[in-house]
């Protein structure tokens, strides 16, 4: 089962725009981390936000936490063309499990 | 780049028969996943194992799946007796946790699956 909700499930800027996503996910988590997939490929690793941070940036990605909602969100600043691709967030259960639940994904297109 | 190995990228295989993926973890990552993709779909937990120990299975994967991790580094994932509904995208991860910095973990390209 999916624990994890992407919010939009499609997004479509123009290039030069900023891209937000959202994931909302159900039970305590240890951390969170966001993926991007370019289509038919594995997943790329970018943040890794812990429960006890709020905010985190990458280059032009900023991740949030708010675990009192049990939300996170995906901003990426000034899109380019190359920034098209699926954007999953995966959440790490405290409750004695191993495994990282993923979202259905948010697939992003940048046009330019 | 060392980063995860997966093999073979691509495999066709006739419904009934056997299909066994490798999967070579980052170098010194004590905790490997394995997980199943289909289209439009996030990746689907199936196992995980820290060094060669199999410590988590999914209900997804049935009797005909079994995975292993012989000596705690590179892991197979064979699937017996395949079915048109196995097709999909088995992905490969492996991480070393760090109680500082959590636990990043690499997915590998992922190997893709058709049952025809």
Known sequence: SQQGEEDPQALSI??????????????????????RQNSGRGLV?????????????????????DTSKKSSS?????S???????????????????????GTG??????A | DTGVSQDPRHKITKRGQNVTFR??????????????????QGPEFLTYFQNEAQLEKS???????????PKGSFSTLEIQRTEQGDSAMYLCASSF???????????GEGSWLTVV
Request: charged share 20%.
């Open chain 2, 23 to 40: 999967c070579d973890p980052i170098s010194e990552h004590n905790r490997l996943y394995w997980y199943r993709q289909t289209l439009g």
């Open chain 1, 74 to 78: 995906l901003l990426i600043t000034a």
């Open chain 1, 106 to 111: 948010t697939r992003l297109k940048v046009l």
């Open chain 1, 14 to 35: 123009q290039e030069g725009e900023n891209a937000t996503m959202n994931c909302s996910y159900k039970t305590s988590i240890n951390n969170l981390q966001w993926y």
């Open chain 1, 45 to 65: 690793h970018l943040i890794l936000i812990r429960s006890n941070e709020r905010e985190k940036h990458s280059g032009r990605l900023r991740v949030t936490l």
């Open chain 2, 97 to 107: 946790y760090r109680h500082s910095s959590g636990n990043t973990i690499y997915f």
């Open chain 2, 59 to 69: 209900r997804l994967l049935s009797d005909r799946f079994s995975a292993e991790r």
């Open chain 1, 80 to 102: 380019r063309a190359a920034d098209t691709a699926s954007y999953f967030c995966a959440t790490a259960p405290t409750s004695g499990t191993y495994k990282y639940i993923f």
